[in-house]
């Protein structure tokens, strides 16, 4: 399972990095950004949240 944020829809609230920061950060523009290729299976259920919790639906998890 891997996650993708869309940049030019992102509005760099947080909630990702709140809801699962093992998967997703804040890069140097205030945006999210994956940060791993494949979510291990422990996370799978946090960045699913994450990407649920996206006030924008920018996060991608598949």
Do not use: H
Not at 6 to 22: H, L, N, Q, Y
Not at 31 to 41: G, H, N, Y
């Amino acid at each position: 399972m891997k996650a993708f944020v869309d940049k030019d829809i992102c509005i760099g609230c947080g909630a990702c990095t709140g809801t699962c920061p093992e998967v997703f950060e804040m890069d140097d523009d205030g945006l999210a950004v994956a940060i791993e290729d494949e979510i291990s299976d422990d996370l799978e259920e946090s960045a699913v949240e994450a990407c649920e919790g996206c006030p924008v639906d920018a996060i991608t998890v598949e």
